[in-house]
């Protein structure tokens, strides 16, 4: 969750590397729910960008024949349509399947363009002033962010105004039970003003080193 921005959800598949279906679906409230491109509009008002590591495709459904083509509970022995998002793909494991839900206030203007480097798929994000770009580390190695940083992290958020100058590393609570760490190496040249934040539910214990070999 970005404040004032957007929310990324992030379904991340992990498992034997041979193809497997996919199929992830969103529930919305009765209105018109339509696609364009990886666009998902509901009453012609941008909602939410799709993406993924592989090839994906999006159909919706409203009071279709089937209780998960579109429908809702009011209450007990009551049903009404409402319109259904589901996202399917045919992929190799470890992958991602992202939805980004812009907020209102960046609704207008939010874009998504995805793009891969390395073994990281690289989502580039856009709302008038802010521009971000998160990377979604689905093979858990060392990546190089930028061509500065290398890090295995699962997921980054990286800054790209210059004025921030800011980066969050993102790993999910089950790998500091397997014993798992983030690495960030830093290079030189990087000025002392650079904030980095380490998100983790297990709360590990985090040890800076400065450019000189000093703990911090």
């Known amino acids: 969750f970005r404040k004032k921005r957007y929310a990324l959800v992030i379904d991340r598949l992990i498992g034997e590397k041979a193809p497997v279906d996919i199929e992830s679906s969103f529930h919305f409230p009765p209105g018109e729910l339509t696609i364009n491109g990886k666009q998902v509009m509901v009453n012609q008002q941008l909602c939410a960008v799709a993406d993924s590591s592989t090839d994906i495709k999006l159909q919706t459904f409203i009071g279709g024949a089937k209780p998960d083509e579109g429908w809702m509970a009011e209450g007990y022995g009551r049903k009404t349509p409402a319109p259904v998002l589901r996202v399917t793909a045919k992929s190799g494991l470890p ?38 770009r998160v990377w979604l580390n689905a093979t858990q190695k060392r990546i190089k962010i930028g061509g500065n940083f290398e890090t295995d992290a699962l997921c980054i958020v990286e800054s790209l105004d210059p004025q921030e100058n800011e980066m969050q590393l993102v790993k999910v609570r089950h790998l500091q039970h397997e014993g798992a760490t983030v690495d960030l190496t830093i290079p030189d040249n990087v000025s002392g003003d650079l904030n980095i934040h380490l998100n983790d539910s297990g709360k590990p214990e985090v040890t800076v080193w400065k450019q000189q070999g000093t703990q911090d």
């Open 95 to 132: 992958a991602y399947l992202a939805m980004a839900f812009p907020l209102e206030a960046a609704a207008e203007d939010f874009t998504v363009k995805s793009h891969l480097e390395g073994d990281a798929q690289v989502l580039d994000i856009s709302s008038g002033d802010i521009h971000e």
